[in-house]
């Protein structure tokens, strides 16, 4: 898909309209999902296995943990380019880490600066992109266990629920574990009074 491509309006009201079913009735999943999802406390890049987060198609990472990952690893955004010269809109980018690990950027917006008020239909298209290539990748590389942090749910403001409940989906016929992790490395984010129903 072109960078350039118009997204279908209508994607941020369908959004809203997601957005308050879940919160009256809880998050759906398919019931014969072979995925789990569990939402837990800790810092994304001390955590084993596979991890991912969502980038911008610039690979800039300048603000919030995608800052934070570019400081430790001292990624530097235009070698990332260079790498990943067709990146868009659910392009998945493996890379390692200082301790071995793999670190997957996902992309979900073209430009890391955009908000989702600047384009909802077409932020939240990127949203449904990002989760789906980055369960195409899980498939396609026996991912069994991958962390993320509350992908697209912090400086993106997306509804953390809407995305878990997206995350089930797109994962359901993968056996696999995926942990979210409810705050970035810092002070903790509080939690809601009334926790979701995503089990």
């Keep these: 898909m072109s960078r350039q491509e118009r997204f279908p309006s209508g994607e941020y009201q369908q959004y809203l309209r997601d957005v308050d079913r879940i919160r009256r009735h809880g998050i759906k999943r398919p019931s014969d999902s072979r995925c789990r999802i569990k939402v837990s406390r800790g810092d994304l890049l001390r955590c084993p296995g596979v991890k991912a987060q969502a980038v911008g198609a610039d ?102 629920d809407f995305v878990l409940e997206k995350l089930h989906y797109a994962f359901a016929s993968h056996r696999i574990t995926i942990h979210v992790l409810d705050f970035a490395p810092g002070a903790p984010r509080p939690r809601a009074k009334q926790p979701s129903r995503f089990a």
């Excluded at 400081?71 to 390692?96: M, N, S």
């Excluded at 880490?97 to 950027?105: F, I, K, N, Q």
Aim: net charge positive; glycine share 8%.
């Design 59 to 160: 690979f800039a990472m300048g603000a919030g943990l995608a800052l934070h990952t570019r400081q430790r690893t001292r990624w530097r955004p235009e070698a990332l380019r260079r790498r990943h010269p067709r990146a868009d809109l659910g392009y998945v980018a493996a890379e390692q880490m200082p301790d071995g690990t793999t670190m997957l950027l996902c992309v979900s917006k073209p430009r890391s600066t955009q908000k989702l008020h600047h384009d909802p239909d077409g932020h939240i298209r990127g949203v449904h992109l990002m989760i789906a290539g980055l369960a195409r990748y899980a498939r396609q590389n026996g991912v069994r266990e991958l962390y993320l942090p509350r992908i697209c749910s912090g400086l993106d403001s997306v509804d953390q």
